[in-house]
């Protein structure tokens, strides 16, 4: 891993790369999905930024979700597709393991070295497949962002702040 030190982010972008290596050795090099490498990486990282979740914001409010089985292989090409596969990575690796604990991810991957599928460790240590998960975790974003028009939208965002400000004070 080359990283220049006069990057301004060079500590975090090392954790992201270092948790890439984590996870192929935790696999033993298995095949894993690439949704979950890069959600695990920022995770790790703590890459999550306002931004990502704006971007995940606009994508619970409009429906733009990529479907993880398109996110197995590889990524979009374009940028803006690309971010929201990032933050929809990270976002749902986060949802598995509030939903099946801590050490899922550990598991999932001790069964993946010892020779299952993904998908099958996948279904023995969350419960349900995959697909289902997904689509759960969409139902979830979906309605968890329903609010924030009408927070963030027409002073909300003011009176959120001056209310955490009075609170601090």
Same mark, same amino acid.
């Given at each position: 891993i080359l ?8 500590e975090?972008?090392l ?6 290596? &984590?996870?192929?050795l935790a696999?033993?090099? /298995?095949? #894993? ?5 890069e959600g695990f @990486? ?5 890459q ?5 979740a ?5 994508a ?5 979700i990529?479907p993880?089985?398109?996110?197995r292989?590889r990524?979009?090409?374009?940028s803006?597709?690309?971010?929201l ?7 749902f ?6 939903e099946?604990? &801590? ?6 991957? /001790?069964? #993946? ?7 099958? @460790?996948?279904?023995d ?8 998960m997904?689509?759960t ?8 962002y329903k609010w ?6 027409g ?15």
């Amino acid at each position: 891993i080359l990283v220049r030190t006069a990057n301004p982010e060079w500590e975090s972008t090392l954790r992201h790369e270092l948790a890439h290596i &984590a996870v192929g050795l935790a696999s033993g090099g /298995a095949r #894993v999905p690439v949704w979950f490498h890069e959600g695990f @990486a920022i995770a790790t990282a703590e890459q999550w930024s306002l931004e990502r979740a704006g971007t995940m914001i606009r994508a619970g409010l409009s429906g733009n979700i990529h479907p993880f089985d398109e996110l197995r292989d590889r990524f979009p090409p374009t940028s803006s597709s690309a971010d929201l596969a990032y933050a929809q990575s990270f976002h749902f690796v986060r949802y598995v393991r509030q939903e099946a604990g &801590a050490h899922v991810f550990r598991d999932i991957l /001790a069964d #993946v070295r010892e020779g299952a599928t993904w998908d099958a @460790a996948f279904l023995d240590h969350v419960g349900q497949p995959e697909t289902v998960m997904a689509s759960t975790w969409e139902r979830y974003v979906t309605t968890r962002y329903k609010w924030a028009p009408a927070t963030l939208g027409g002073g909300g965002a003011w009176g959120l702040a001056a209310g955490l400000m009075m609170i601090g004070w």
